[in-house]
């Protein structure tokens, strides 16, 4: 089992910054991609950004530019740095872990929420 604990979260004016952190522990797969992805109630979950063991970086359209990716590897931690946020960034965000194999294992986080007020 791996265990996500997501942190960062809260109240921010738009055109603000936020800066998102996600701890792994546990069982942690020696080749692992990590995500972020956000979520609005009733609506699907969608990728935000994400980062292979490699280091290669995807980004959402909606946010290249403004977000930025990155994990610290000792630490089992990556990180979403937000800026430039807008009022339509407001959602859950979510942590992910998966597991670089087909059919690999993948483990999310409970969640954090962003709200990024005009």
């Known amino acids: 089992q791996v265990q996500l604990v997501e942190s960062g979260g809260g109240l921010v004016q738009a055109g603000g910054s936020l800066r998102l952190s996600c701890a792994a522990s546990?069982?942690?797969?020696?080749?692992?991609?990590m995500a972020w992805y956000r979520q609005a109630p009733g609506k699907q979950r969608d990728m935000v950004a994400s980062?292979?063991?490699?280091?290669?970086?995807h980004y959402a359209d909606s946010v290249k530019g403004r977000f930025t990716i990155s994990r610290d590897n000792a630490k089992n931690t990556v990180y979403l740095q937000m800026n430039s946020l807008k009022p339509e960034d407001t959602y859950v965000y979510y942590c992910?872990?998966?597991?670089?194999?087909?059919?690999?294992?993948?483990?999310w986080g409970k969640g954090t929420l962003v709200t990024v007020s005009s």
């Open positions: 980062v292979t063991s490699g280091g290669t970086t």
């Open positions: 546990g069982s942690i797969f020696s080749f692992n991609s």
């Open positions: 992910n872990i998966e597991e670089e194999t087909p059919g690999g294992m993948a483990y």
